[in-house]
């Protein structure tokens, strides 16, 4: 059973930093694209960062500069360093692959929130 599990949200101040976990089970983690998606409350899920199978990264235009995507293929885990943090990338974080974006599944995501 495939299975992707988002953790480390939590409440930040503004210009502070956060990592967030994706845990993959269920398939052949190093050959599998992992994205990052974030949405914020009344707007619609929207992009923040992909790494493919070799590392190659992609970026949303809001977060280029301030995020960062890795993997850890030892641990079948994908990261995503959040740095500078705003008030505006206060969303539920999710994590997932190609085919289950497809297929319409999401996992229960991790929420960040940036206040003071």
């Known amino acids: 059973q495939v299975q992707l599990v988002e953790s480390g949200g939590g409440l930040v101040q503004p210009g502070g930093s956060l990592r967030l976990s994706c845990a993959v089970s269920g398939f052949t983690f190093s050959g599998a694209v992992i994205s990052w998606y974030r949405q914020a409350p009344g707007k619609e899920r929207e992009l923040v960062a992909t790494?493919?199978?070799?590392?190659?990264?992609v970026y949303g235009d809001s977060v280029k500069g301030r995020f960062t995507i890795s993997r850890d293929n030892a641990k079948n885990t994908v990261y995503l360093q959040m740095s500078t943090l705003k008030p505006e990338d206060t969303a539920v974080y999710y994590c997932?692959?190609?085919?289950?974006?497809?297929?319409?599944?999401w996992g229960q995501g991790t929420q960040v929130t940036v206040s003071s």
């Open positions: 997932n692959t190609p085919a289950r974006i497809r297929s319409g599944s």
């Open positions: 790494i493919s199978s070799v590392g190659g990264t």
